[in-house]
Structure formats: C-alpha cells, structure tokens
C-alpha cells in the first residue's frame, strides 16, 4: 500500500549531465528523498510497484458469495416466496384432452386465450399453483410425521401450521381454504376438532386428510387416506383409482352424469376381505365432487359418483374437485356428531338479527374468513369467545350454513381421494398431483 506521504512526494528523476566535472557512475547515483533509506530509485519504485500489484491480486480475489438458495424446513414453515422469487410456481399434471377436443392442444387461438390467462391478474394460473404447492409440501410433511398415538388436534394443528407459513397468511388474500377434515373410520366427511377435543389416533384406524389452501380466493381442495396397518388397503386402493377415473374422464363439454358412472364402474369393481368376511365396496351415492368458485369452495355443480342422468356439462376454465368417497358398509351417509364446520352462505338474506352478540360475531365472520368455509377452533383463534348462541342464531336466520360430520354405518369403513382439476382451453391440468397422488 501507498501511504499519505508517499503519494506527497515525487522521487527525483535522473537526467544524465554532459560535464566533464561529474565523473559520478550511473550505478552510484542514489535517491536522497527522504523516507526512501538511500536506496537506488529503481529499486524504491520496483517494491512500491510489488507492494501495489499484491494488493491488486488481495482484491481480485475476494469474489461475492453467491446467495444460498433458500431451502424448506421440516415440518414446513418457510413461506413459498423465499423459495420461489420469481413468482413462477410448479405446473401441475398435464393430461391432454380426448375424443372430440384433442384439436385444443396445438389450437394457436386456445393458445392465445392461455397466455392472455396468464397476464389476466384476476385469472393468472399462478394464484392457483402456488396454493398447490403449498399443499403438495404440507400433506408430504404430513404423511411423514402423522403417527398413531397423535391427537386430532395435534395433527390439525400440524397441517395448519404449515399451511399458514407457506401460503404467508394475509388477511382474505391468502390462507386456508377450509378446515383441515380429520375424519376416522365410518365417518367420511366434515369433521375436524373442536377445542376440548380428545379422540387419539390409532392404529387400525382409516384417516381422511382433507386439507384447502387459497391465494386470492383460487381454492386448492384435495384429499388422501392414511392407515397404518393393512387391512383397508384395498379401500384405499379402490378409491384413489375411482378418483383418477373422475380425472381421465373429465374434460370440456364432458356431462357430469357420464363422469358418474365411469367413478362407479371403477370403485366397485373392487372388494374388501376383513377377518375372512369379503365386503364389496360400495360408491358413497350421496356424495360428490364438485365445481369450485372464487372464495367458494361448492360453485354450483356436483360430479356425483354413481352414474345419473345429469346433463350438465363441464365448461372451459372450470375449476372441479374430483373427490370420491369408498365404503365397505351400506354406501350413504348421513349427519352425526358435534358439528364444527360453518361458511356464510353466499347471497345470505338480509334479516334482521335479534342478538346483538350475532351482529358482532357476523361482523367478525365476514372480516376473518368471507365466504370461505370455518370452524369453531378459528373462531376461537380470531379472539371470538362464548358464540354458540350467536353461531347457532345465524345458522337458524339463513345467514350462515352448518356442515355437521357425515357418517356411514358404525362398524364400516371410509376412505376418500381427491384432487383439483382446471380446464385450461388447451389441456387439462391436474393442479393438486404430487409424486405422493
């Protein structure tokens, strides 16, 4: 390095005399500037040279670190636009049209819709797949740490975590879709804890894990069954291959009723043995998957899983959840148990409310969740304390809609598969699939 009174003073240039008094060599003459230590100028000038060029190669060296990608954490807590900066998240799966819209996939005009989809911020896909992602991490989380011997609050409690730090909850823009359903055994639907709540997972037991996650009210609504020993694996078997007979068959202009029947074909082709006793399994006749809308989770058409006479068709930029329900007992449910699931009801009557205590907890309903689907642990969450009454004032006024568990006979077994579907006007993207199901 160069100090201050280096850079001040200039060393003395050598200029060669012509007089014949000086018979001083060149060799001998020397710097006398001070600080130089009398040595030949060439020699001063050579170490400063040294001295800078090193410091030049320090310098060189010292290269910006690359930025370390940001990686998930395990169980998932870190928010999807860490790892994903650009803003670009995972296609789902793609399975082309049939029959008569195979034309779609290389059509330049239903290209052109696409990609005007895509700079649309109402319509964007994008809302949509980061939702699915975060689904796809949470349930992979999930199925790795759910263990018998859990409680059901413990493990709503596990997938709603995740769900809320990998979506980065914020407000109505993003966050759960529906509450997380826990349901077990006989029971095929609309259950998840209560607080108090303290049945404990075991063993033998059949568990649906029905989990929704939202950006900007696209709703991602998928479900799997886990169990632990192998009895009901053929259940389990029959019912994801009737949910991915919903997928293949569904499509543009395809009828709901149609769809029915393919779901039913394939779930009871398929039986169950238990304890030697052979059990057919049977399509859940009054359940179904269905359309979803902005902020709303049921949008107005159902895909029931038996085959009927609906003429209704499927239409372009649809969203569909394909769920179906198995069951080795008689193949209908009905309400039982202690409800926990509520939404406002969507076009809700004006009425006037008695109950001041039901003005508020309305109020809180709209500001929390708007016409997404609830449960009483998030009313709980929200600070809302003492609402049965009101709860149970809106619900008889028509203002909000209980969803109370659904239930086969006592003694049977459920199982449930489900994914989202979109119907881009090219192709047909499975938006929920993961290497999972």
């Not at 950006?215 to 020993?229: H, W, Y």
């Not at 939404?343 to 009557?349: R, V």
């Amino acid at each position: 390095m160069i100090s201050k009174d280096d850079k001040q003073v200039e060393p003395k240039s050598i200029v060669p005399q012509d007089h014949e008094e000086d018979d001083v060599e060149e060799d001998d003459v020397v710097d006398e500037t001070p600080g130089t230590g009398g040595e030949p100028i060439e020699s001063g000038l050579e170490t400063i040279i040294t001295c800078y060029s090193e410091e030049t190669k320090k310098k060189k060296k010292k290269k910006k670190s690359k930025k370390k990608k940001v990686q998930q954490s395990d169980p998932p807590r870190v928010g999807l636009s860490k790892i994903f900066t650009n803003g670009v998240y995972p296609e789902g799966e793609i399975q082309p049209y049939k029959d008569d819209n195979t034309w779609r996939t290389t059509s330049e005009e239903k290209r052109y819709d696409e990609r005007m989809a895509m700079e649309d911020p109402e319509i964007t896909y994008q809302s949509i797949r980061r939702a699915a992602e975060v689904h796809r991490q949470v349930r992979q989380s999930a199925r790795k740490h759910i263990r018998p011997g859990m409680t059901m609050t413990e493990i709503a409690n596990l997938i709603e975590d995740g769900s809320r730090a990998l979506v980065e909850e914020t407000g109505l823009e993003s966050g759960i879709g529906f509450p997380t359903g826990l349901s077990l055994n006989h029971c095929a639907a609309h259950y998840t804890p209560n607080a108090g709540d303290t049945n404990v997972l075991q063993s033998g037991d059949v568990l649906k894990i029905d989990i929704g996650v939202h950006v900007k009210g696209r709703i991602v609504d998928s479900a799997f069954t886990l169990n632990f020993e192998p009895t009901y694996d053929r259940l389990i078997e029959a019912v994801k291959a009737a949910t991915d007979t919903g997928i293949r068959e569904s499509g543009i202009d395809v009828r709901l009723g149609e769809i029915g029947g393919a779901i039913q074909e394939t779930m009871e082709s398929y039986e169950v043995e238990v304890n030697g006793k052979i059990y057919p399994v049977k399509s859940i006749e009054n359940l179904s998957g269905h359309s979803i809308g902005l902020y709303q989770i049921h949008g107005g058409k159902s895909v029931q899983l038996v085959k009927n006479d609906d003429q209704t068709k499927m239409e372009e930029g649809e969203y569909f959840a394909i769920e179906t329900f198995g069951s080795t007992g008689r193949g209908r449910v009905v309400e039982s148990g202690e409800c926990s699931h509520y939404a406002k009801i969507i076009d809700a009557p004006r009425v006037p409310l008695r109950l001041t205590s039901a003005k508020s907890l309305l109020k809180s309903i709209s500001s929390n969740f708007g016409t997404l689907p609830f449960c009483r642990r998030y009313l709980d969450r929200v600070g809302e304390s003492k609402y049965l009454l009101a709860l149970n004032h809106l619900v008889q006024q028509g203002i909000v809609q209980d969803y109370p568990p659904l239930c086969d006979a006592k003694g049977s077994m459920t199982a449930q598969f489900e994914h989202t579907i979109l119907l881009r006007p090219t192709v047909k993207e499975v938006i929920s699939r993961g290497d999972d199901y």
